[in-house]
């Protein structure tokens, strides 16, 4: 194993996760709750902060010590989706906000006062082909006014702000297919307000995970001019350029999936006695576990190099999308060899494997499938026809 990198961090971070043990995670997952106490010690010990500049109260570390802080939560058997998307979001305010802004935001932010977790892209109709998005905001005078749909938007119910693309000139009036998208930064307390709670509805989508994903209804709701990020019509720039980032910070947690997946299996495969000797002493037991171990080493290699060009300022999307990619199918194979090896009790709850197996298969679809990834490296690294 390479040597580990912000190894004071992880400890730290493992020393927190072990307040939060599996019958923490159990019990929310029954009722599709939010980790509050969760969010709050991360809050509190400044971990969601890690990317907000020290000038603004955050400790303005790299992202490659954001992707230490992931891996360690999921590793400890805990779920930073409840709360990453103040990570990955982060950076569209730094790279693109004013500096007004990152002083009327940050420091909030940064105190855990105001929750960043929310991000409005995905729609029903346009799936992955965000430039079809249909949410439009139409400038009027001194606001924006936002009607359309979001779907699969995480965590909305439990965030004060949301990073939202929207439309603010129709796709058949740019003169460039990436234009005409901009991003607004949603003040969701007072929308929720707005024209008696008509202007935004939120809806709970359950899903077959703990996610608290919704559905959210946008009816002319007002946002002030003044939270539009960087310039009109440039934000599916800037939302890709943040992609790369969430890429990268989703491949961590894998990473962090699998080692759990696998230290767990590897303990069982030891203890478990069937026809009177341990089950790990099969080789058909042991090859599914040592398989993944090779697999998520490999990733991991993957995960430290897009993190580390992200860092150097390098151009990543190869790398951001190859380790998101590779470190999803090691999760889920150490998610199979995992639930195989415990047998019939793999799928009792009290074990947390059947909930980390639930959860770690969703890295294969959002924030982007595996055919998406192939797509872009087929089309951009190996320069073969678009196919869609
Ligand atoms: C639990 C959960 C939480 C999420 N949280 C958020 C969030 O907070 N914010 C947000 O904006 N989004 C969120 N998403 C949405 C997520 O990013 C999307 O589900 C994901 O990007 C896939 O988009 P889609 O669901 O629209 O699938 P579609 O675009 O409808 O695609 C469906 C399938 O078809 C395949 N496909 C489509 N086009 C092609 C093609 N050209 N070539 C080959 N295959 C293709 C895809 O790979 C996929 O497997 C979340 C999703 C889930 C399930």
């Not at 500096?99 to 929310?118: N, T, V």
């Not at 069982?268 to 993944?292: L, S």
Request: proline share 3%; net charge negative.
């Amino acid at each position: 194993m390479l040597q580990e990198e912000y190894s004071d961090i992880r400890a730290a971070v493992r020393q927190l996760c072990q307040e939060f043990p599996g019958s923490y995670w159990r019990e929310l997952d029954r009722e599709r709750a939010y980790p509050t106490a969760f969010v709050k010690a991360l809050t509190d010990a400044g971990w969601l902060a890690c990317f907000v500049p020290e000038a603004y109260g955050g400790s303005g570390l790299p992202l490659s010590a954001g992707a230490a802080i992931l891996e360690e939560i999921q590793k400890s058997g805990c779920n930073a989706s409840a709360c990453h998307a103040q990570m990955y979001t982060m950076g569209t305010l730094l790279k693109h906000g004013s500096d007004a802004q990152k002083e009327k935001w940050l420091p909030d932010i940064a105190s855990g006062a105001l929750r960043l977790q929310a991000f409005g892209v995905t729609e029903p109709t346009s799936g992955t082909d965000t430039l079809s998005l249909r949410t439009s905001a139409r400038r009027d005078g001194d606001y924006y006014r936002v009607s359309g749909q979001k779907v699969c938007t995480s965590r909305a119910e439990h965030s004060d702000l949301m990073v939202l693309l929207a439309r603010t000139t129709p796709k058949e009036a740019v003169a460039r297919k990436g234009e005409g998208l901009s991003v607004l930064l949603v003040d969701l307390r007072e929308a929720r307000q707005q024209n008696g709670g008509k202007a935004m509805e939120i809806r709970p989508l359950r899903t077959m995970m703990n996610h608290s994903s919704t559905e959210i209804f946008f009816d002319d709701l007002k946002v002030p001019v003044e939270n539009l990020i960087g310039e009109e019509g440039k934000g599916f720039r800037y939302i890709l350029d943040g992609m790369n980032a969430e890429r990268i910070l989703i491949a961590a947690e894998c990473i962090g999936d699998a080692r759990w997946f696998i230290e767990k299996s590897s303990a069982y495969a030891g203890e478990r006695q069937v026809f009177g000797r341990p089950i790990g002493q099969n080789q058909g037991v042991q090859f599914p576990i040592a398989r993944a171990y090779a697999q998520t080493e490999a990733a991991n290699l993957m995960v430290r190099k897009a993190a580390g060009m992200f860092d150097s300022g390098q151009r990543c999307g190869a790398e951001a999308n190859m380790a998101k990619l590779l470190a999803s199918e090691a999760a889920w194979a150490a998610a199979e060899a995992c639930i195989q090896t415990h047998g019939g009790f793999g799928f009792a709850e009290e074990y947390d494997v059947e909930r980390k197996f639930r959860e770690t298969r969703l890295y294969q679809v959002a924030p982007i499938s595996t055919n998406l990834i192939l797509s872009y490296i087929a089309e951009h690294v190996l320069g073969l026809p678009r196919s869609y």
